[in-house]
């Protein structure tokens, strides 16, 4: 479902509930001049250097628009003004939608509201209270679901584990058939197939009770990519083309890496990821006008001893606190990468990694932050204890995204002059009433004194997390489609795997 009006703001907050879909924008890593810079060589590239495109379909559709086709090279060269055209014809707005009670999991992608989550894909996991890694599995798929949903600062599920014990063909429905069943939260994910693609939405119109329904409220969106520098892969342009035309929203977003597949410049970064970044968009839009698009981003910077893509670099965050701006200029919804780490545990490291990038990012305004929840090692491992550890993360980066807010009922004058000098609040009405909104009450954190902490066997941090992932892990497994429907999909869906839908 997409809308062309502005994100809503919800200032009022019930005690209890997670903070999702804030207005960021406090931190601005470029300035206006920089943005129409940014823009002003992007559409130089677009021009002059253009971008290789091997599929021959998405080349007929840029030739038809306007485009200039280098059938030789397969390269493609744009007109500033037909890239602006096509851009302009994007959604501002589009919603993820979960499948909560009165749109509790939703999310409005778009202007400078924040929502966190995890992402993906690692190929190995990291069990509760372990520091070694093993081959990642489709039961992981499953059990993370599970754990995203007990979680309540992490707002949505993007498949974060591929299930290294199916084989290429029968992935995509699995890996979405498998989130379906144990979390209500909005899935999202990289697809590997055109079967694969149509599968999955035919699983998901499933669940919605019909097509119209599941394109009204979409709980499912999907990931395709571009390779850096400037060039569309024929198999990935297939994927873009085919969610495109299936009317479910897409993300084409670019990984430019500094050093390597882009200058080594912050800034020449960003205009490799924004031309690759609009490429998505634009092919999306000439396949299906109108169609829910994301602009994206996962640029990072390479470890310039072995060339090694790095994930836990502040540089990672600027580059895609900045690219928020870029997309905010592009009046565009916005997924950004942030929150991992290039720890191999879950340590000190671990911890200021992800927290300064979170935290980066967010204040930015990014829409749809990735990444945010569960990964160490470069993102080649997904960690359980690191779930609950980026939860208590996200609760913190939300509160300081929500800001302060001045009002007279925040200012408490009256309250300050009832109190008098020498005055205390302890047994205010005005306390009693806001205690529970206006301060984070982590879940993870210790705060009590050394002696009770002594007393309850002196936890650190991982040791908590890993209590707290085995809690929930320990609990019942519970479907959360109807019978009916996990009936209907182990009938009707091929290759799905029987056992996901107990």
Same mark, same amino acid.
């Given at each position: 479902m997409i809308t062309k009006t502005k994100a809503r703001i919800n200032p009022e907050r019930k005690s209890g509930m997670a903070r999702r879909g804030l207005e960021g924008g406090q931190y601005k890593a470029l300035t206006q001049k920089d943005i129409e810079e940014i823009h002003a060589t992007s559409l130089r590239v677009f021009s002059d250097v253009g971008v290789q495109v091997n599929s021959r379909e998405a080349r007929e559709l840029f030739k038809q628009a306007g485009a200039s086709v280098d059938e030789s090279r397969n390269v493609v060269t744009f007109p500033g003004e037909l890239v602006m055209d096509i851009i302009n014809g994007a959604p501002s707005i589009v919603h993820l939608c979960g499948r909560g009670e009165e749109g509790e999991f939703d999310c409005e992608i778009g202007g400078t509201r924040v929502y966190m989550g995890t992402g993906g894909t690692a190929l190995n996991v990291q069990d509760p209270g372990s520091t070694e890694s093993r081959p990642s599995e489709l039961k992981?798929?499953?059990?993370?679901?599970?754990?995203?949903?007990?979680?309540?600062?992490?707002?949505? *599920?993007?498949?974060?584990?591929?299930?290294?014990?199916?084989? %290429?063909?029968?992935?995509?429905?699995?890996?979405?058939?498998?989130?379906?069943?144990?979390?209500?939260?909005?899935?999202?994910?990289?697809?590997?197939?055109?079967?694969?693609?149509?599968?999955?939405?035919?699983? @998901?119109?499933?669940? @919605? =009770?019909s097509p119209e329904n599941l394109r009204k409220r979409p709980f499912v969106s999907m990931v395709t990519c571009l390779v850096s520098p400037f060039k569309m892969d024929d198999h990935y342009s297939a994927l873009t083309m085919e969610v495109a035309r299936q009317g479910i929203p897409v993300v084409v977003p670019s990984e430019p890496l500094c050093g390597a597949t882009a200058p080594i410049t912050l800034a020449g970064n960003l205009v490799i990821q924004n031309v690759d970044s609009l490429s998505g968009i634009m092919l999306a839009q000439l396949t299906n006008p109108?169609?829910?698009? +994301?602009? =994206?981003?996962?640029?990072?910077?390479?470890?310039?001893?072995?060339?090694?893509?790095?994930? &836990?670099?502040?540089?990672? %965050?600027?580059?895609?606190?900045?690219?928020? #701006?870029?997309? #905010?200029?592009?009046?565009?919804?916005?997924?950004?990468?942030? =929150?991992?780490?290039?720890?191999?545990?879950?340590?000190? #490291?671990? &911890?200021?990694?992800?927290? +300064? =990038?979170?935290?980066?990012?967010?204040?930015s305004g990014a829409n749809f932050i990735h990444d945010a929840a569960g990964f160490i090692e470069f993102c080649?491992?997904?960690? *359980?204890?690191?779930? /609950?550890?980026?939860?208590?993360? +996200? %609760?913190?980066?939300?509160?300081?995204?929500?800001? +302060?807010?001045?009002?007279? /009922?925040?200012?408490?004058?009256?309250?300050?002059?009832?109190?008098?000098? &020498? &005055?205390?609040?302890?047994?205010?009405?005005?306390?009693?009433?806001?205690?529970?909104?206006e301060q984070y009450r982590p879940q993870l954190s210790d705060r009590v004194t050394r002696d009770k902490w002594k007393a309850a066997g002196a936890k650190d941090a991982r040791e908590r997390a890993a209590e707290k992932a085995k809690e929930i892990l320990s609990r019942p497994l519970q479907s959360i489609l109807p019978e009916e429907v996990r009936t209907r999909i182990k009938k009707e869906i091929p290759d799905i795997r029987p056992d996901i839908m107990d």
């Open positions: 992981d798929v499953m059990n993370m679901a599970r754990v995203v949903e007990a979680l309540e600062n992490i707002h949505f *599920y993007m498949l974060n584990v591929y299930p290294n014990d199916l084989t %290429g063909e029968n992935v995509d429905v699995n890996r979405f058939g498998a989130a379906f069943n144990r979390t209500r939260k909005h899935v999202m994910g990289g697809v590997y197939t055109v079967e694969g693609v149509r599968n999955v939405i035919r699983m @998901a119109e499933m669940i @919605a =009770g109108g169609t829910p698009t +994301i602009y =994206g981003c996962i640029s990072s910077i390479t470890d310039l001893g072995d060339m090694k893509y790095l994930s &836990g670099a502040v540089e990672m %965050g600027m580059m895609n606190a900045a690219a928020a #701006q870029m997309a #905010q200029f592009y009046d565009l919804p916005y997924y950004a990468t942030a =929150g991992m780490t290039d720890s191999k545990v879950n340590d000190a #490291q671990a &911890g200021y990694e992800s927290g +300064i =990038g979170s935290l980066m990012v967010a204040l080649m491992t997904a960690s *359980y204890d690191k779930l /609950v550890i980026d939860n208590e993360i +996200i %609760g913190m980066v939300m509160r300081a995204v929500e800001g +302060i807010t001045v009002d007279d /009922v925040s200012l408490a004058y009256e309250e300050i002059k009832k109190a008098g000098p &020498g &005055g205390h609040f302890v047994s205010s009405r005005h306390t009693r009433r806001y205690m529970h909104t």
